[in-house]
């Protein structure tokens, strides 16, 4: 058995696993970050509906005739 091939192997599958792990994280924090921007929308969202039923004229009719 070469030691010298078997120390290669292994070495460059710890570099495969650790490029892996590091693409993971990326995928994780960007999912999370998304999961944050949908949350933040949700609110805004209920907000937007909360004044509109408080006062509903507001904001529905546009004046286009400038």
């Known amino acids: 058995m070469d030691i010298a091939a078997l120390s290669m192997t ?23 970050s998304n999961g944050q921007g949908v949350i933040k929308m949700l609110q805004e969202s209920n907000t937007k509906a909360m ?8 904001g529905s009719n546009i004046d286009s005739r400038g």
Do not use: C, T, Y
């Not at 004044?51 to 507001?58: C, Y």
């Open 51 to 58: 004044e509109l039923s408080v006062q509903p004229h507001i």
């Open 10 to 32: 292994l070495s460059q599958v710890n570099v495969r696993q650790e490029a892996n792990v590091s693409v993971m994280k990326k995928v994780m924090d960007q999912a999370e």
